[in-house]
Nanobody, 114 residues
Framework: VQLQACGGGLVQPGGSLRLSCAASGSIVSIKDMGWYRQAPGKQRELAAVITRGGITTYATSVKGRFTISRDNAKNTVYLQMNSLKPEDTAVYYC?????????WGQGTQVTVSS
């Protein structure tokens, strides 16, 4: 299985981005999926989760600003990020929850800066 995250970029504080994660297999519909992020010098953290049943949970730091969703037919998970802050700067990855080591991809860089 390969998970390819894309959609990152440079955005000003207060701006928005939408990340996508396409899976090579049909795991999106049968696994709990999450968006993780790793800021420079920090450990990777789980930012958002969507269960097989569609229940979503968020880290306190992103709650109310980020929205995770998925399209089972497209085997794709999304992360809509609004009201971005400089502290959201990180490499963003998708993976199952809990994460499977071999599924880690390269991630996509999000930089929030003026």
């Amino acid at each position: 299985v390969q998970l390819q995250a894309c959609g990152g970029g440079l955005v000003q504080p207060g701006g928005s981005l939408r990340l996508s994660c396409a899976a090579s297999g049909s795991i999106v519909s049968i696994k709990d999926m999450g968006w993780y992020r790793q800021a420079p010098g920090k450990q990777r953290e789980l930012a958002a989760v969507i269960t097989r049943g569609g229940i979503t949970t968020y880290a306190t730091s992103v709650k109310g600003r980020f929205t995770i969703s998925r399209d089972n037919a497209k085997n794709t998970v999304y992360l809509q990020m609004n009201s971005l802050k400089p502290e959201d700067t990180a490499v963003y990855y998708c993976n199952t929850v809990p994460a499977i080591y071999s599924y880690w991809g390269q991630g996509t860089q999000v930089t929030v800066s003026s």
